[in-house]
């Protein structure tokens, strides 16, 4: 008898089969002497769409909400249900005893595999391979220490409740606004307390007004100082003339060293990477987006085997890990980490509770590099980046604490004190590894230090080098200066600041973070300029129309508390989806009573040809588009031709894709050559879709489940009628 080993993409599946010594390759799988090897393409299974409960359903009206079926049903997606065929013929194999789900090992994963079990009605034994990385020796490990499928169900009613709770919240609210305000309005439970948080913030600073303030500074040669009115004050000076007074005043006069201090402070290592800590890093060193960092990662996990595995909240390492840890560091001593890893293996490694704690991990430890030899020179330009992050964080855990001395000085002129402070380094320690970039302390601030310095506060003074220095010392002021400057309104975040704000929140996992943010980039709700978020027009508008409690962050955060609880065993399933449920209905009716109106920030001057209303200017993959205001007329045409990459055999330019009559067509306007094109719009997926699918998945791209994109994707269809 033969196991049935499911993964979760073809890229996985191929690793594990060769590891297992499944040489038989077979167009849906590979089979060997004791294991037959499949996979998914992200999510085959689904919750069906509400017009797979009623076709009545199919037509949007308000009067049919709220939508709560007592049962949710799962469906087969369309676009994958030849590998979920494939996947229930092999199920019904007489020399199949057993599955061994080997999806990824989160709750996400989990809902993969359970879900195609349900489908194809598994009833034998199943178990479950949990690992944390892609290397052999991780695959071979797992496969010896196997756990049993029914430890993990815990997980699977999490995952249940969390899929049904996004369905039924973010159906009802997104087809209530839309129906109601005729415009593809979407809403979800995460994605709507997100918008909220970036319209408060765009609130703040449309609202700020902008005050003038001066600082006064005396200098005494080799270094500055700042007035300040008392020692808590922080050097802010209000009034002009009292600025111009204070620096009259010490003009040319001298200063006696009333205070002096100095302090050993000593900063330790930074923590191990989690993903919304590393998400959070690229964004602000590499500039990379959240979502992008996901993917990279997601290539340095499976293709490469470099890293540990990316889904994961914790910043702590497992006991059981420390014996492997000298091994890490032995495989990434290469390039320009030789010298740093090197110092370390020739000793002994300090691993304290700041690193290794049992109680902080829950089910992944923190991203940290494998025992995998690396190439570098294999990787690309991003992928080292992200890489050079992961290897330099991880290698300055086992580098002692940074430390210097920091002196203060308190300076007395008459009835005037003047403020400095002084630093000087005694200890690299950790930061050694990071001489060549920007230290990890720049790396770590936090939202609130970042408004600080919009604001102009100056509280905090740089440290500077001071000479030595005397109780009662005089010394002479080479001149005083008045500085005006302005106050400033909170900054716009960037992705960085927004997934600290939601992680502080409870908004979303460190796996889904990214995601929600595209969703919000996706139906026009919010932009980005230079790595800001703010929201659009569409936006500001969304959030004044969706009820308060959906716009808050405390009812979602609470309810993946909930789902966390579910997922350990100590909550209950059935009673969060009837809270779920009687908060939908409740949303439902609130959108209905609703007195407000919607204007598209988007209309256009250009009328609608069917039915003579004004058209909207949307963004979409493929370029600008014009669409009518009706949702019901649903006439649409691209605002600008869009480009095939067929090119003109006389001019050699690309030519626009048209529709005509007889099919689409290629033209080139300057030459007015036309090509007709072959009708490729069949529903059926063929062999070269297919391969593409799989290409595609194999590179790590899952198949999303979200109901943000299934709701799109209705609406676009609705639009289309």
Same mark, same amino acid.
């Given at each position: 008898?033969?196991?049935?080993?499911?993964?979760?993409?073809?890229?996985?599946?191929?690793?594990?089969?060769?590891?297992?010594?499944?040489?038989?390759?077979?167009?849906?799988?590979?089979?060997?002497?004791?294991?037959?090897?499949? /996979?998914?393409?992200?999510?085959?299974?689904?919750?069906?769409?509400?017009?797979?409960?009623?076709?009545?359903?199919?037509?949007?009206?308000? *009067? $049919?909400?709220?939508?709560?079926?007592?049962?949710?049903?799962?469906?087969?997606?369309?676009?994958?249900?030849?590998?979920?065929?494939?996947?229930?013929?092999?199920?019904?194999?007489?020399?199949?005893?057993?599955?061994?789900?080997?999806?990824?090992?989160?709750?996400?994963?989990?809902?993969?595999?359970?879900?195609?079990?349900?489908?194809?009605?598994?009833?034998?034994?199943?178990?479950?391979?949990?690992?944390?990385?892609?290397?052999?020796?991780?695959?071979?490990?797992?496969?010896?220490?196997?756990?049993?499928?029914?430890?993990?169900?815990?997980?699977?009613?999490?995952?249940?409740?969390?899929?049904?709770?996004? /369905?039924?919240?973010?159906?009802?609210?997104?087809?209530?606004?839309?129906?109601?305000?005729?415009?593809?309005?979407?809403?979800?439970?995460?994605?709507?307390?997100?918008?909220?948080?970036?319209?408060?913030?765009?609130?703040?600073?449309?609202?700020?007004?902008?005050?003038?303030?001066?600082?006064?500074?005396?200098?005494?040669?080799?270094?500055?100082?700042? /007035?300040?009115?008392?020692?808590?004050?922080?050097?802010?000076?209000?009034?002009?003339?009292?600025?111009?007074?204070?620096?009259?005043?010490?003009?040319?006069?001298?200063?006696?060293?009333?205070?002096?201090?100095?302090?050993?402070?000593?900063?330790?290592?930074?923590?191990?990477?989690?993903?919304?800590?590393?998400?959070?890093?690229?964004?602000?060193?590499?500039?990379?987006?959240?979502?992008?960092?996901?993917?990279?990662?997601?290539?340095?996990?499976?293709?490469?085997?470099?890293?540990?595995?990316?889904?994961?909240?914790?910043?702590?390492?497992?006991?059981?890990?420390?014996?492997?840890?000298?091994?890490?560091?032995?495989?990434?001593?290469?390039?320009?980490?030789?010298?740093?890893?090197?110092?370390?293996?020739?000793?002994?490694?300090?691993?304290?509770?700041?690193?290794? $704690?049992?109680?902080?991990?829950?089910?992944?430890?923190?991203?940290?590099?494998? *025992?995998?030899?690396?190439?570098?020179?294999?990787?690309?330009?991003?992928?080292?980046?992200?890489?050079?992050?992961?290897?330099?964080?991880?290698?300055?855990?086992?580098?002692?604490?940074?430390?210097? $001395?920091?002196?203060?000085?308190?300076?007395?002129?008459?009835?005037?004190?003047?403020?400095?402070?002084?630093?000087?380094?005694?200890?690299?320690?950790?930061?050694?590894?990071?001489?060549?970039?920007?230290?990890?302390?720049?790396?770590?601030? $936090?939202?609130?230090?970042?408004?600080?310095?919009?604001?102009?506060?100056?509280?905090?003074?740089?440290?500077?080098?001071?000479?030595?220095?005397?109780?009662?010392?005089?010394?002479?002021?080479?001149?005083?200066?008045?500085?005006?400057?302005?106050?400033?309104?909170?900054?716009?975040?960037?992705?960085?600041?927004?997934?600290?704000?939601?992680?502080?929140?409870?908004?979303?996992?460190?796996?889904?973070?990214?995601?929600?943010?595209?969703?919000?980039?996706?139906?026009?709700?919010?932009?980005?300029?230079?790595?800001?978020?703010?929201?659009?027009?569409?936006?500001?508008?969304?959030?004044?129309?969706?009820?308060?409690?959906?716009?808050?962050?405390?009812?979602?955060?609470? /309810?993946?508390? *909930?789902?966390?609880?579910?997922?350990?065993?100590?909550?209950?399933?059935?009673?969060?989806?009837?809270?779920?449920?009687?908060?939908?209905?409740?949303?439902?009716?609130?959108?209905?009573?609703?007195?407000?109106?919607?204007?598209?920030?988007?209309?256009?001057?250009?009328?609608?040809?069917?039915?003579?209303?004004?058209?909207?200017?949307?963004?979409?993959?493929?370029?600008?588009?014009?669409?009518?205001?009706?949702?019901?007329?649903?006439?649409?045409?691209?605002?600008?031709?869009?480009?095939?990459?067929?090119?003109?055999?006389?001019?050699?330019?690309?030519?626009?894709?048209?529709?005509?009559?007889?099919?689409?067509?290629?033209?080139?306007?300057?030459?007015?050559?036309?090509?007709?094109?072959?009708?490729?719009?069949?529903?059926?997926?063929?062999?070269?879709?297919?391969?593409?699918?799989? *290409?595609?998945?194999?590179?790590?791209?899952?198949?999303?489940?979200?109901?943000?994109?299934?709701?799109?994707?209705?609406?676009?269809?609705?639009?289309?009628?």
């Amino acid at each position: 008898m033969k196991s049935l080993v499911l993964a979760e993409k073809p890229s996985v599946a191929k690793e594990i089969a060769r590891v297992l010594g499944c040489g038989q390759k077979q167009k849906s799988y590979m089979e060997g002497p004791k294991y037959v090897v499949t /996979w998914a393409l992200g999510h085959l299974v689904t919750l069906a769409e509400p017009e797979e409960y009623d076709p009545k359903y199919k037509t949007w009206n308000l *009067e $049919d909400l709220p939508l709560l079926p007592s049962k949710m049903n799962l469906k087969v997606m369309k676009e994958t249900s030849h590998q979920f065929k494939a996947v229930a013929q092999l199920c019904k194999r007489q020399d199949i005893s057993e599955l061994i789900i080997a999806t990824d090992a989160g709750r996400e994963g989990e809902l993969v595999a359970r879900w195609i079990m349900e489908l194809v009605h598994w009833r034998k034994p199943f178990k479950r391979l949990w690992i944390s990385s892609q290397t052999d020796k991780a695959i071979k490990d797992g496969f010896s220490s196997l756990k049993p499928g029914k430890d993990y169900n815990n997980l699977y009613a999490s995952a249940v409740c969390r899929a049904e709770a996004d /369905w039924l919240i973010g159906l009802n609210v997104t087809r209530a606004l839309t129906t109601k305000y005729n415009a593809q309005l979407a809403a979800g439970r995460v994605q709507t307390p997100t918008l909220s948080m970036l319209m408060e913030r765009e609130h703040e600073i449309q609202s700020f007004q902008s005050q003038p303030y001066w600082n006064v500074t005396a200098d005494f040669g080799t270094f500055s100082a700042l /007035w300040r009115e008392e020692e808590t004050h922080d050097g802010r000076v209000w009034n002009r003339a009292d600025a111009d007074a204070a620096a009259a005043r010490i003009q040319n006069g001298s200063a006696k060293v009333d205070k002096l201090r100095t302090v050993e402070k000593s900063e330790p290592h930074p923590q191990a990477y989690d993903l919304t800590e590393l998400q959070r890093d690229a964004n602000k060193k590499l500039g990379f987006s959240a979502k992008q960092t996901s993917n990279v990662l997601q290539k340095l996990y499976e293709q490469h085997k470099l890293v540990t595995y990316p889904r994961t909240d914790s910043r702590y390492l497992s006991s059981d890990m420390v014996p492997t840890l000298k091994g890490r560091l032995e495989s990434i001593a290469v390039g320009p980490y030789t010298q740093l890893a090197r110092k370390l293996l020739r000793g002994q490694l300090s691993v304290t509770k700041r690193i290794v $704690d049992d109680s902080k991990v829950t089910d992944h430890h923190a991203i940290i590099p494998t *025992e995998q030899f690396v190439q570098l020179a294999a990787l690309s330009n991003e992928e080292r980046k992200l890489y050079d992050l992961i290897v330099r964080r991880f290698i300055a855990l086992f580098y002692g604490p940074y430390r210097y $001395d920091e002196t203060s000085v308190v300076l007395a002129a008459g009835k005037d004190r003047f403020y400095a402070k002084g630093k000087i380094e005694k200890e690299k320690g950790w930061k050694e590894i990071y001489q060549s970039g920007t230290s990890a302390s720049a790396q770590d601030e $936090d939202e609130d230090d970042d408004n600080d310095a919009a604001q102009g506060k100056t509280d905090h003074q740089p440290a500077q080098l001071l000479p030595p220095l005397a109780v009662g010392q005089a010394l002479p002021v080479k001149q005083s200066k008045v500085r005006e400057l302005r106050t400033m309104p909170s900054a716009r975040y960037t992705e960085a600041t927004l997934l600290t704000r939601m992680e502080k929140h409870g908004l979303g996992t460190p796996a889904t973070r990214a995601d929600i943010i595209e969703k919000l980039l996706g139906t026009d709700t919010i932009t980005r300029t230079q790595n800001k978020l703010m929201p659009t027009g569409k936006g500001k508008q969304l959030i004044e129309l969706v009820v308060n409690e959906l716009r808050s962050p405390d009812l979602t955060a609470k /309810w993946e508390q *909930e789902l966390e609880r579910i997922a350990k065993g100590k909550g209950d399933p059935a009673a969060f989806m009837r809270s779920v449920r009687e908060q939908a209905s409740k949303w439902v009716y609130e959108v209905i009573a609703e007195t407000k109106e919607y204007k598209p920030h988007n209309l256009t001057h250009s009328r609608c040809p069917e039915c003579e209303k004004p058209l909207l200017e949307i963004n979409g993959k493929r370029g600008k588009s014009l669409v009518c205001s009706d949702r019901e007329c649903g006439y649409r045409r691209a605002s600008e031709p869009m480009l095939s990459n067929k090119r003109c055999p006389q001019c050699h330019k690309k030519m626009e894709i048209h529709d005509g009559k007889a099919g689409k067509y290629a033209q080139c306007r300057p030459c007015n050559v036309i090509e007709m094109l072959g009708d490729k719009q069949s529903g059926r997926v063929n062999r070269k879709q297919n391969q593409k699918l799989i *290409e595609q998945y194999s590179d790590n791209a899952i198949l999303s489940n979200s109901l943000a994109d299934k709701l799109k994707a209705a609406m676009e269809k609705q639009s289309d009628k």
